[in-house]
């Protein structure tokens, strides 16, 4: 099973959330592109079920993402790996948005709750 979510910037960049099957595999995100691509395209890995939703936050050096996983996750841009895991929810992540100051991020699930979360503690 493949589920993918992307995401362009500028109209430069093209970042893509694909589902990590194989659980052995760390979070990370890799360019995957042709040489003589137009477009960039980063592959961020880590999520074990479909991503829902996507944001830049902290300044665009940063994104967060809700999944089918019961997770929210914060990715460096840069590097692709995971800087934090929000868990909490007992059925799917629908939606997640980080607020304006990146200190709280708030997600609502199918489970009929709304969590928000302090970003320095989780």
Do not use: P
């Amino acid at each position: 099973m493949s589920s993918d979510v992307a995401i362009e910037k500028d109209g430069i960049d093209l970042l893509s959330f694909d589902i990590n099957e194989d659980l052995n595999k760390q979070c990370s995100g890799t360019w995957e592109h042709e040489d003589l691509a137009q477009v960039r395209i980063k592959v961020f890995r880590g999520h074990e079920r479909g991503v829902n939703t996507c944001q830049f936050c902290f300044d665009d050096t940063k994104i967060v993402t809700s999944s089918n996983d019961k997770t929210c996750k914060l990715w460096d841009l840069d590097s692709g790996t995971v800087q934090q895991n929000f868990e909490g929810h007992d059925m799917y992540v629908s939606c997640c948005k980080m607020n304006y100051d990146n200190t709280r991020l708030v997600s609502s699930s199918w489970d009929k709750t709304i969590n928000v979360w302090d970003v320095e503690t989780g």
